[in-house]
């Protein structure tokens, strides 16, 4: 079954951790132990193309992911809005660049996702990742006007935060409401027509972008804080909010939004794949339907495997999935909305013509 997965930092692994994606997992695995390289996440990657086509994941969103840090030389991240920018910049560079070589295909319209479905239905092996392009948080968005020169390059999500505030306002893990030039930026993300992507908003940031923003929203990697109580997942209400939208939510594979109580470089997986189930349940019984939920998985978004599921390995488990949703009764037509109806149909109505 063709999987839609609304958050992978493809660029993220190929750029910054220097990863040849048109490798197995198996040899970017033997390559990283070869090498020495004991960084939390090395080792255990579970993303590449070749996997991806293994896991039918043969559309998806692929973020841009530059975030500015507070602190100066620091080993993640940026210090100025302008190496953000170029961070950004290189990883949309790097897109291009695979679709040179046939690994990927650019999406900005609706036409372009009607044909790239048609086209994989017709013939998955040869038909190459196709993505939207999303940024994970507006570091690189110079200023709110800039917005209109990534739109042009092809940016159709956003999320406005990370971890911790930003020019924008404050993300996951801190209080802090938006900033500023968080409303002019929103005004013309709502006038362009890019999607807003509501993960990784603090509580607060959160309610007042919903009283302020009325273009489309989604929130692509996001978890329900339900079965694990912190901030980085969504309150019931929060998710009602996505659902009267008319907005749809990503199941992260993240153990850290899965597991109660996850201490990175300690905690061992103890969930399951049932636990995805668990959220994904949840929010069709939050919408009384199974329209508002899909997969954003976050795979190798900084971690592997070893903060995963215990019973997944690399990303062509997903396929694992409507088997799970099956045995909890849903029908054929409600799994197929899960695993990719309703990311279609979502960005079926966000696409420019
Ligand atoms: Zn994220």
């Given at each position: 079954m063709l999987i839609f997965d609304a958050h992978l930092d493809l660029a993220f692994n190929a750029v910054d951790w220097n990863r040849d994606l048109r490798m197995s997992v198996l040899e970017i695995r033997t390559h990283e132990i070869t090498l020495g390289m004991n960084d939390a996440g090395r080792r255990t990657n579970t993303v590449s193309f070749p996997e991806l086509k293994k896991g039918k994941v043969g559309v998806g969103v692929a973020t841009l992911f530059a975030r500015q840090e507070g602190a100066i030389n620091h080993p993640f991240g940026c210090t100025t809005p302008e190496a953000c920018f170029a961070v950004a910049m290189s990883h949309l560079h790097y897109y291009r660049a695979m679709e040179r070589s046939g690994w990927m295909k650019r999406i900005c319209t609706r036409g372009e996702l009607k044909q790239h479905v048609s086209d994989f239905n017709t013939n998955p092996e040869h038909t190459p990742f196709g993505y939207i392009t999303s940024m994970e948080c507006a570091d690189a968005v110079l200023t709110p006007d800039n917005i209109r020169e990534w739109y042009q390059n092809g940016l159709r999500a956003i999320g406005l935060t990370h971890y911790g505030p930003n020019r924008y306002g404050g993300g996951t893990r801190c209080e802090v409401g938006l900033a500023a030039d968080a409303l002019p930026l929103l005004r013309l993300i709502e006038e362009l027509g890019i999607a807003l992507d509501l993960t990784h908003l603090s509580d607060v940031a959160f309610t007042q972008v919903a009283d302020r923003f009325n273009g489309r929203v989604l929130a692509s990697h996001q978890n329900a804080r339900k079965f694990c109580d912190w901030q980085r997942q969504f309150t019931d209400e929060q998710i009602k909010f996505v659902i009267q939208r008319n907005g749809v939510l990503g199941m992260a594979l993240d153990a850290v939004m899965l597991q109660p109580g996850w201490v990175r470089g300690v905690s061992k997986p103890e969930v399951t794949l049932e636990c995805v189930v668990e959220n994904i349940d949840h929010i069709c019984q939050l919408a009384g339907n199974c329209r508002h939920v899909g997969i954003g998985s976050d795979l190798d978004g900084g971690y592997g495997f070893d903060q995963?599921?215990?019973?997944?390995?690399?990303?062509?488990?997903?396929?694992?999935l409507p088997a799970l949703l099956e045995k909890r009764g849903y029908s054929p037509a409600d799994v197929q909305s899960v695993m990719h109806g309703n990311w279609l149909r979502f960005f079926g109505e966000v696409l420019p013509n």
């Amino acid at each position: 079954m063709l999987i839609f997965d609304a958050h992978l930092d493809l660029a993220f692994n190929a750029v910054d951790w220097n990863r040849d994606l048109r490798m197995s997992v198996l040899e970017i695995r033997t390559h990283e132990i070869t090498l020495g390289m004991n960084d939390a996440g090395r080792r255990t990657n579970t993303v590449s193309f070749p996997e991806l086509k293994k896991g039918k994941v043969g559309v998806g969103v692929a973020t841009l992911f530059a975030r500015q840090e507070g602190a100066i030389n620091h080993p993640f991240g940026c210090t100025t809005p302008e190496a953000c920018f170029a961070v950004a910049m290189s990883h949309l560079h790097y897109y291009r660049a695979m679709e040179r070589s046939g690994w990927m295909k650019r999406i900005c319209t609706r036409g372009e996702l009607k044909q790239h479905v048609s086209d994989f239905n017709t013939n998955p092996e040869h038909t190459p990742f196709g993505y939207i392009t999303s940024m994970e948080c507006a570091d690189a968005v110079l200023t709110p006007d800039n917005i209109r020169e990534w739109y042009q390059n092809g940016l159709r999500a956003i999320g406005l935060t990370h971890y911790g505030p930003n020019r924008y306002g404050g993300g996951t893990r801190c209080e802090v409401g938006l900033a500023a030039d968080a409303l002019p930026l929103l005004r013309l993300i709502e006038e362009l027509g890019i999607a807003l992507d509501l993960t990784h908003l603090s509580d607060v940031a959160f309610t007042q972008v919903a009283d302020r923003f009325n273009g489309r929203v989604l929130a692509s990697h996001q978890n329900a804080r339900k079965f694990c109580d912190w901030q980085r997942q969504f309150t019931d209400e929060q998710i009602k909010f996505v659902i009267q939208r008319n907005g749809v939510l990503g199941m992260a594979l993240d153990a850290v939004m899965l597991q109660p109580g996850w201490v990175r470089g300690v905690s061992k997986p103890e969930v399951t794949l049932e636990c995805v189930v668990e959220n994904i349940d949840h929010i069709c019984q939050l919408a009384g339907n199974c329209r508002h939920v899909g997969i954003g998985s976050d795979l190798d978004g900084g971690y592997g495997f070893d903060q995963t599921p215990a019973d997944f390995n690399t990303i062509a488990d997903l396929q694992q999935l409507p088997a799970l949703l099956e045995k909890r009764g849903y029908s054929p037509a409600d799994v197929q909305s899960v695993m990719h109806g309703n990311w279609l149909r979502f960005f079926g109505e966000v696409l420019p013509n």
